[in-house]
């Protein structure tokens, strides 16, 4: 049971790790974090119940593991700078999709961790409402609720930060017109 065990955790890794340094932003601290989860798994894997969600138990105790951290974080002080992130993806030299990728990016930060954990959990690890409830703890409905306002968020903050842009363009446009008459 136990290689069993080691086997299903190890097929895990890539969504644990993704999970991890989206939460974290910090590519030492997102490590750290999946070294505790996996520990924890480990020493902790007679809880795990055979014929449920391996995935599910192991985001549940990243979830954990997370709000333990934060909850220390708030007390010592610390902080750790939003514009760090990185989610690994890489760019193939295409300036718009990198643009738009930035943009996201300063946007997604600007959402509060609660708004960003929930859409990472059923946008990027593409978790079902029922999965992500589990994780979170919380009701189903809830994380619908959630994922809808952070979603309207996420859009009423890309709109706002467009806004300067279409301006500037339409500032130009005219610009553009006028000197060509």
């Not at 007679?46 to 449920?52: H, M, N, S």
Request: net charge neutral; hydrophobic share 40%.
């Amino acid at each position: 049971m136990q290689s069993e065990v080691y086997e299903m955790i190890e097929e895990q890794l890539p969504s644990i790790r993704r999970y991890a340094h989206a939460l974290e932003r910090n590519p030492h601290a997102a490590e750290d974090l999946i070294q505790d989860c996996v520990e924890r798994a480990l020493s902790r894997q007679e809880q795990f119940q055979p014929g449920t969600n391996l995935r599910t138990w192991m985001f549940t105790i990243m979830h954990n593991l997370q709000c333990d951290r934060k909850r220390k974080d708030v007390r010592r002080g610390v902080h750790v700078p939003l514009e760090e992130w990185s989610d690994g993806a890489s760019t193939n030299g295409d300036q718009l999709g990198s643009l738009e990728m930035r943009d996201f990016r300063r946007a997604f930060a600007k959402l509060d961790a609660r708004d960003q954990q929930i859409m990472i959990l059923i946008g990027m690890e593409g978790m079902a409402y029922e999965e992500a409830a589990e994780v979170l703890e919380i009701k189903v409905g809830t994380v619908k609720s959630r994922l809808f306002r952070a979603r309207e968020r996420l859009r009423d903050i890309q709109t706002q930060a467009a806004a300067p842009k279409m301006r500037r363009r339409r500032e130009q446009s005219a610009h553009n017109v006028v000197h060509a008459m």
